[in-house]
């Protein structure tokens, strides 16, 4: 397996502009998690996914920010309009099972907002 | 409730020489432990985990942590270090059956030539 995919690797946008940040998890993973790293907060969980299903998503910093995962394979999160103060690092991850099993990392998306 | 202590957040040696990342967790049931590894603008990779079976864990890169109950620690140890280990390091703890990884603020190891 290749790991997890994210894509895109860097993104640049202007203030008010819409956001899609893409994440393929590990095939046979059951959960998918979206953390937001920056200097300030460090890393943080915002959103995860058990079978597809939205189970917690009160890490998600304000409405602007929204998660989806349409199937196994695929995962988005949104952020519509966006903010300079959203310029983080995003990153997915997926695992088998929680808390037991280490989740695996994908190599993030550096998004800034100018 | 979870939390995790690192307890540098930087840490310099020269190569050649020991590595100690000091951790302390919080937990209010067993917890699951792990130590993760962050190179520049790269993702972060498992070094190695604790969740209840030997307390000594070895994990990749000759990384080995101990898990220590009574001290609530699970500092991060290698022998030797490598220019290659310069990076940064989080802690991260679970408590069994949740789905939140906890993480340390994280400690930035510069390794001298």
């Known amino acids: 397996d290749a790991g997890v995919i994210q894509s895109p690797r860097h993104e640049v946008t202007e203030m008010g502009q819409e956001v899609t940040l893409r994440c393929k998890p590990i095939s046979g993973h059951d959960y998918l998690f979206w953390y937001r790293q920056t200097m300030m907060r460090g890393l943080e969980l915002l959103i995860y996914f058990n079978n597809n299903v939205p189970i917690d998503d009160s890490g998600m910093p304000e409405d602007r920010f929204s998660a989806k995962m349409p199937n196994a394979s695929f995962s988005t999160l949104k952020i519509q309009p966006s903010e300079p103060r959203d310029s983080a690092v995003y990153f997915c991850?997926?695992?088998?099972?929680?808390?037991?099993?280490?989740?695996?990392f994908g190599q993030g998306t550096r998004l800034t907002v100018v | 409730a979870q939390s995790v202590t690192q307890l540098d957040s930087h840490v310099s040696v020269s190569e050649g020489t020991p590595v100690l990342l000091r951790c302390n967790y919080s937990?209010?049931?067993?917890?699951?432990l792990f130590w993760y590894v962050q190179h520049p603008n790269k993702g972060l990779q498992l070094l190695l985990k604790y969740t209840s079976a030997a307390t000594l864990v070895k994990g990749i890169n000759g990384f080995e942590a101990e898990f220590k109950k009574s001290e609530t620690s699970f500092h991060l140890t290698k022998p030797s270090a490598h220019m290659s280990d310069a990076a940064e390091y989080f802690c991260v703890v679970s408590a069994r059956g949740t789905y939140k990884y906890i993480f340390g603020t994280g400690t930035r190891l510069k390794v001298l030539a």
């Open positions: 991850a997926s695992s088998l099972f929680t808390g037991l099993t280490e989740a695996f």
């Open positions: 937990s209010s049931y067993s917890p699951s």
